[in-house]
């Protein structure tokens, strides 16, 4: 039982490229979860997706893409990266309590993040 | 809107002593939940605790307790006896239906012997 993983751990890109951060997670959860953290500002959502098939905008989406490829995976992109983008990306998982409109959340296991840095 | 804050951006300590990190949050909901995590210098996120509003009973867990107040809109966390491996960045957060989880900046404590 893996939990969450990410790939890659590591990544460096130059200015304007692009890549997809991977996730995945094997506890049948219906809810995933893109964070990016950053000195002294904590965590922030970037994008979630409350079940498989739909996904929302965080706090923090300009710049990015997500896709649910399925229950088990949720794929972060960056179209064309910028400095600003240099981060510590988490991947999150959780089980949903209720239904989608009114649910509340269990608690979040994390995967164990990916450090991008944007030259 | 909800909000959580974490007014301690640092705290230092010496081994043994206690210690109470502070998280203020902000809902106009009544049913909500409530978050510790851990952040270790390692990176990975560890949960520790999870609150129901509608359970106001403090926990306690080894070293460990945790002090809900609706009325003041506080969830605090305090460490007893405080040893170097609780140094790490704690974080508070919140959710409240139909949203995902909000996070307070974090606290870091660091605790020297």
């Known amino acids: 039982n893996a939990g969450v993983t990410q790939t890659p751990k590591f990544q460096v890109l130059k200015t304007g490229q692009s890549m997809t951060l991977q996730c995945a997670q094997d506890m049948n959860h219906n809810s995933m979860y893109w964070y990016r953290q950053d000195p002294g500002m904590g965590l922030r959502l970037i994008y979630y997706s409350a079940s498989e098939g739909t996904t929302d905008k965080g706090e923090v989406p300009n710049g990015y893409n997500v896709s649910r490829l399925n229950k088990r995976e949720f794929s972060l992109r960056l179209e064309s990266a910028a400095p600003s983008q240099t981060s510590v990306y988490f991947c999150a998982s959780s089980e949903a309590v209720g239904t989608s409109g009114s649910a509340l959340y269990n608690e979040q296991f994390f995967g164990p993040g990916t450090r991008l840095t944007v030259l | 809107a909800q909000k959580v804050t974490q007014a301690q951006t640092e705290i230092s300590v010496v081994e043994k002593e206690d210690v109470t990190l502070d998280c203020v949050y902000e809902?106009?909901?009544?049913?909500?939940?409530l978050f510790w995590y851990k952040q270790p210098p390692s990176g990975e996120l560890v949960f520790l605790i999870r609150r129901n509003s509608f359970d106001e009973q403090n926990e306690i867990s080894g070293r460990y307790s945790w002090n809900f107040q609706k009325s003041t809109s506080s969830f605090n966390f305090t460490i007893t006896a405080s040893q170097v491996v609780d140094s790490a960045v704690y974080f508070c957060?919140?959710?409240?239906?139909?949203?995902?989880?909000?996070f307070g900046k974090g606290t870091t404590l660091s605790v020297s012997s």
């Open positions: 957060a919140l959710n409240q239906a139909g949203t995902a989880l909000i």
């Open positions: 809902t106009r909901d009544t049913t909500y939940y």
